[in-house]
């Protein structure tokens, strides 16, 4: 059931004032005014677009993509909601066995710098994992300034980003991963910052528990460990399901399901720039001692 408290409240935006009774130009805040609590300071530039208001433009919306089940995550003392709008009847088959069923999530916040969103995923049936679209393959962002336009992306559009997606997930199926190129793509995760090494090691568990595994495979590992496990916020969540999904296409090229690398130029090239780093990490350190 879904507490409406934790999002649905009024909200204004309201001056800020000095100690000494002056307002402060290029500032405004960001108030709860049930409870005259302030949430946020924003620019003087900032337009404000209520959660309700948000949710009312998205629910009509979807009803586009047919009949679909709402949740919804809010954080940080309302600060930021997101809707999750599951669409299980829009559900593809992967080859490797599994069902992905589309999700589509819209996001709003009072914080001043994240936009307004609407973002393309999916549902893993088998494991309720949550995966996300590349970044470069769907984005639709509506900032907080001047007169804010609600209108989004046409839903045939929207659908055949989805046809795409779903098909470079299914593709990651064919791609038989050998442990060698697993570490491989595990360490690189790790040296750029994709996800930290508490991810990595659940994924590594994960190959050493099979005979052999996939692309699709790998991918799942890390995708149920930020699903499942990893407490981090629903925003953040989002985002490296997304930078996890581009770092695959580093390695592939998962339009036409094959590997665009040499695994063994790979592995120098990490091993390098891990050596760098650490060199750097110690060099850093004498100078502070």
Not at 59 to 67: D, I, L, Q, V
Not at 139 to 157: A, Q, V
Not at 248 to 264: A, N, P, S, T
Request: glycine share 6%; aromatic share 8%; charged share 25%.
């Amino acid at each position: 059931m879904i507490d409406h408290s934790q999002y649905n409240f009024p909200v204004e935006l309201q001056p800020i004032y000095s100690k000494d009774g002056d307002e402060i130009p290029g500032t405004q805040a960001v108030v709860r005014t049930d409870v005259k609590r302030p949430l946020c300071a924003v620019s003087s530039s900032y337009a404000l677009l209520p959660h309700a208001e948000m949710l009312d433009a998205t629910a009509s919306y979807m009803r586009a993509f047919g009949e679909s089940e709402m949740s919804i995550n809010a954080s940080a003392d309302g600060i930021y909601m997101y809707a999750i709008f599951d669409f299980k009847a829009r559900s593809m088959p992967m080859r490797v066995g599994d069902m992905v069923s589309l999700r589509l999530v819209a996001g709003n916040s009072y914080n001043g710098k994240s936009s307004a969103s609407l973002n393309l995923s999916a549902e893993v049936l088998s494991c309720l994992n949550m995966v996300c679209a590349s970044r470069g393959l769907f984005s639709h962002y509506i900032r907080h300034i001047g007169s804010l336009d609600l209108n989004f992306p046409e839903p045939d559009k929207v659908l055949e980003t989805w046809e795409l997606a779903g098909r470079r997930w299914d593709n990651m199926g064919a791609l038989a991963l050998p442990e060698f190129a697993s570490s491989v793509i595990l360490d690189d995760a790790e040296l750029k910052n994709v996800v930290p090494a508490s991810h990595t090691r659940a994924a590594r568990d994960g190959i050493a528990s099979r005979d052999k595994s996939s692309a699709w495979d790998l991918h799942q590992d890390l995708t149920h460990y930020v699903t499942h496990v990893s407490r981090i916020e629903y925003a953040n969540r989002m985002k490296r399901l997304a930078k996890i999904t581009d770092h695959f296409g580093e390695f592939f090229d998962l339009d036409d399901g094959r590997i665009i690398v040499d695994w063994g130029e790979e592995r120098k090239r990490i091993d390098e720039e891990t050596q760098k780093k650490l060199e750097e990490k110690h060099e850093r350190s004498k100078t502070n001692a």
